[in-house]
């Protein structure tokens, strides 16, 4: 991955547009492009066409959750033999051992807890750059 972010692409995938909105608002300066997803099947059709460098997946939501819109991405990569593959990141409501423990079984790279923090969100993706 890169080391300016903004030349890194974004996906934030949340069924709720306000958190969309305040995750996108935050970035808006530090990210290069940055789309949005309201659910899980959505997100795995934009990713087939764009390959985020980023993708900030809500694990609960309708038509298909985070967790299974993150193992069709994986496979995805797998199928296509992508050099670089998405970074995923959960975002999401919930900090029990269980659902940290789903967000990695599925494919995340990492968690982060609701409400969405600009610097943790920084500090993971430096990790990854």
């Known amino acids: 991955m890169k080391n300016d972010l903004t ?5 934030v995938v949340d069924d ?21 997803a309201s659910n899980g099947m959505d997100a795995y059709n934009m990713y087939r066409e764009n390959q985020y460098d980023i993708i900030l997946m809500d ?5 298909m959750d985070g967790f299974e819109a993150t193992q069709k991405i994986r496979d995805f990569e797998k199928e296509k033999a992508l050099e670089n593959p ?4 959960a975002l999401t409501g ?3 051992e269980h659902e940290m423990r789903a967000c990695i079984n599925s494919g995340m790279d990492a968690c982060m807890v609701k409400p969405f923090r ?3 969100f920084l500090e993971i993706v430096k990790d990854f750059n």
């Open 7 to 11: 030349k890194l692409s974004l996906l």
């Open 16 to 36: 709720s547009s306000i958190n969309q909105r305040v995750v996108a608002m935050s970035l808006r300066n530090a990210m290069g492009r940055i789309d949005t």
């Open 94 to 96: 919930s900090d029990t």
């Open 118 to 120: 600009i610097q943790e």
């Open 59 to 63: 694990g609960r939501m309708p038509v």
């Open 86 to 89: 998405a970074v995923i990141i």
